[in-house]
């Protein structure tokens, strides 16, 4: 064989050590491709159906069809991105969405015609953010939105008319209000607002546009509350909060005697999502998410109906979308180890009928299951988490990839992943630890990570990899760890803070240094400084702690590999938190692996550069973990720079 020869041989060969009971190498665009059909939600009247397909172009786009079946026709026109994040308008003319431009994530509100598909921007206006998109049915061609038009730090409430795109300011912020509440009639009457004293939350009530705002819930720097929206009568607010308990609950605040009654709640968990009837203005069920999810009914009605679903398929549902009369939904089931399953639901009939799957090529992959796992910290606090390995193998000494949540006031949950599936695909057992700090658990558990970041937070991860080890499942010097955010930066204080511990690193938009991340937020996370400096540091009189918590000034401990990936508009993690590590690590002889995508954010939204970093991504792992790897091949259309 010539030596050009055996160099081709090599490139087309999968890079790893090939294992005869693993099953086939899913091909990476069927798991970081565009889905087939996606994000399904009924128009109000129940007639038609939207969701999101690729167009020719392979560019995300609404698609509407009638309910009982036809043609689909595409009602955007977006150019690159790929729409996300859509709305039905109660007019019955426009579908409404969110775009924003190279991940800079100054989303614009776009109203498409549906009749010709043609589209207007409603809000226009360069280097301004749309959030919190509120519709109501009484008032089909009005849209109230949150806006940062009159000052970048602060949101304001407009009122746009989406057939004509007049744009009235409702109601200016009168301070640090994160979001806004509409009434039966669609006037703004709540708000939810961070005390800038405190760093706790409030809620505020005002009688009508223009009276006085009064605060009627108040919470710590370690509770969390927020209004969750009006009732029928003026004086009723339904509130999510955990001032009075441990966990998050659903409340029903009487505004007229401030008598509030609890209408649901759960002692270990927070509630996680909530269900309501839109006319009646009630909830009518509430999930909460333990290992897995679980939705309680409140409505009688409603109990029969999750009675019903709960027998379709296995897999954890949820109600995508309801018609305005509430007599039909669009139901999603969620596994483990399949496509999402989307159904159209008959409220008054009791049958649902099946539509289609996100992603048909899954159906025919075999994919790993997901177990709910836990063990105790270093410390004796229980970890909850989950566990993937591959399949066609024994769960025995496997390499291993710890995998790292974002936020870090977030946490992992129990279905399909598209990244574990990958991993276990390629040979690896996957940990997903829920940290303390994490979510979902009661503010207890939250606060348990209280400026413990790279410390007690980090721990916890350490010690889920040895718990893995202890149970024979992973091999101690071939664990990885990778995750994107605050994933990011625990991988980075990983090679860093515990040098040992690691084979090696993946890290995804992660900063590198708390005390540039926290002086380069965006002007509209001003709410969240007060939370940043509880939860955190105090940027003001912790400097030196915070350095002393950022992985930038221990590069010189690194002796692991490391890639890097990064989109350069990320407005959250500036670029300069990689680029400065990076040119720290080779100013220090520190060889690192470093990837920029210049039309990008925090995190890869086109698929063509989500291809591109997962292919990256499983070379290097398999050269440093002795995994399975597709071959890069040839990947059109990704911007992706080897810096």
Not at 77 to 94: F, I, L, M
Not at 234 to 257: E, F, H, P, Q, W
Not at 555 to 579: C, M, W
Request: aromatic fraction near 10%; glycine fraction near 10%; charged fraction near 25%.
């Amino acid at each position: 064989m010539t030596r050009f020869a055996l160099a081709a041989a090599l490139l087309a060969a999968p890079v790893g050590a090939a294992r005869a009971d693993l099953p086939p190498l899913i091909p990476r665009d069927v798991l970081f491709g565009n889905p087939e059909k996606a994000g399904v939600q009924v128009s109000p009247d129940g007639k038609q159906l939207a969701y999101l397909a690729p167009d020719e172009k392979n560019v995300l786009q609404v698609w509407v069809r009638p309910v009982a079946g036809g043609d689909a026709k595409r009602v955007t026109s977006d150019e690159k991105r790929g729409v996300r994040q859509y709305y039905w308008a109660y007019d019955g003319k426009h579908l409404l969405y969110l775009q924003d431009s190279g991940g800079d994530e100054n989303f614009h509100l776009y109203a498409a015609e549906l009749a010709t598909g043609k589209t207007r921007d409603l809000t226009p206006h360069a280097g301004v953010r749309v959030q919190g998109v509120d519709l109501d049915e009484k008032f089909p061609d009005t849209v109230v939105v949150g806006m940062n038009k009159r000052t970048k730090a602060a949101f304001d409430a407009h009122r746009i008319t989406i057939s004509t795109g007049e744009d009235k300011l409702d109601t200016e912020n009168p301070g640090l209000v994160l979001s806004w509440t509409t009434d039966k009639d669609f006037v703004v009457r709540a708000a939810t607002a961070v005390n800038p004293k405190t760093g706790g939350y409030d809620v505020m009530v005002r009688a009508k546009p223009g009276a006085e705002w009064k605060t009627v819930k108040t919470y710590t720097n370690e509770e969390q509350g927020q209004a969750a929206g009006f009732g029928a009568d003026a004086d009723t607010l339904y509130v999510i909060g955990n001032d009075k308990s441990n966990t998050m609950r659903l409340t029903k605040l009487n505004l007229a005697d401030g008598k509030e009654e609890v209408i649901a709640e759960d002692k270990e968990y927070d509630l996680s999502g909530a269900m309501i009837d839109n006319r009646k203005r009630v909830p009518l069920a509430v999930s909460v998410t333990r290992a897995r999810t679980e939705w309680t009914a409140l409505d009688p009605g409603v109990k029969a109906d999750f009675e019903v679903l709960a027998k379709v398929r296995r897999g954890d549902f949820g109600v995508n979308s309801q018609t305005a009369d509430g007599s039909k939904w669009v139901v999603a089931f969620t596994t483990d180890d399949g496509p999402v399953s989307y159904y159209l639901y008959d409220r008054g009939t009791k049958k649902a009928d099946f539509l289609f799957v996100n992603n048909s090529k899954l159906e025919k992959a075999q994919l790993a299951r997901t177990e709910p796992v836990s063990y105790a910290a270093k410390d004796g606090l229980t970890i909850h988490g989950y566990l993937t390995t591959p399949v066609g193998v024994p769960a025995k000494n496997l390499p291993t990839v710890l995998l790292v949540h974002g936020g870090p006031w977030a946490r992992d949950n129990w279905g399909y992943n598209p990244q574990v599936q990958f991993l276990a695909n390629r040979g690896y057992a996957v940990m997903q630890v829920n940290f303390r700090g994490s979510t979902g658990y009661g503010k207890t558990f939250l606060n348990a990570g209280n400026k413990e970041w790279a410390g007690k937070m980090h721990q916890d991860l350490v010690d889920g990899k040895a718990w893995l080890v202890g149970k024979g499942v992973a091999d101690p010097k071939k664990v990885a760890i990778m995750g994107g955010s605050y994933g990011g930066y625990a991988t980075l204080v990983g090679l860093t803070f515990t040098p040992d511990e690691f084979a090696c690193g993946v890290d995804i938009v992660g900063p590198s240094n708390i005390v540039t991340l926290l002086k380069t937020i965006p002007a509209y996370w001003a709410p969240a400084k007060a939370l940043f400096a509880k939860r955190v540091g105090n940027l003001e009189t912790e400097e030196e702690f915070l350095k002393d918590r950022s992985p930038l000034f221990k590069v010189n401990y690194i002796t692991k590999p490391l890639l890097i990936g990064q989109g350069k508009n990320d407005p959250r993690v500036k670029v300069a938190e990689s680029d400065q590590i990076v040119e720290a690590m080779r100013r220090n002889g520190k060889a690192v692996e470093y990837v920029v995508y210049p039309d990008e954010g925090h995190g890869f939204a086109r698929p063509e550069n989500r291809l591109h970093f997962n292919a990256v991504t499983e070379q290097f792992l398999a050269r440093h973990l002795g995994g399975r790897a597709e071959p890069v091949g040839e990947i059109r259309g990704h911007s992706g720079e080897t810096k």
